[in-house]
């Protein structure tokens, strides 16, 4: 929930767009392609708006895939706190469940 709520410009490879977007208008860039200026307006919005942190959960995931953040293997007593994981798999946001900070804050 933390990095839910420090979070921004969609975590750390949208801030990095953000930041490269945010250098192309102090230099004066301009894109001369149509479809990659809209992506970027949209990036733009997106990460100007108003923020609304979410948490999505997932329950399509094989347990053997998840790990420890740094890819040791995980422990029935490591599941029981609070750690940063890594998931070895592939997981579809479109599967999950959006759940609202708002709604558990």
């Given amino acids: 929930m933390r990095y839910a709520c420090r979070a921004f410009a969609f975590g750390e ?3 990095n767009s953000y930041r490269m977007l945010e250098a192309a208008n102090i230099i004066g860039f301009s894109c001369p392609d149509q479809e ?3 992506a970027l307006s ?7 708006e108003e923020a609304e942190p979410v948490l999505l959960e997932a329950t399509d995931y ?9 890819g040791r293997p995980i422990t029935p007593f490591l599941l029981s706190i609070l750690h940063n994981f890594r998931y070895l798999g592939d997981l579809s946001s479109l599967n999950a469940t959006r759940i ?3 709604d558990i804050l």
């Fill in 100 to 102: 609202s900070l708002k």
């Fill in 13 to 15: 490879i949208g801030l």
């Fill in 62 to 70: 094989d347990l053997e895939l998840l790990r420890m953040e740094d």
């Fill in 36 to 38: 990659i200026s809209d």
């Fill in 42 to 48: 949209k990036l733009q919005r997106f990460a100007e």
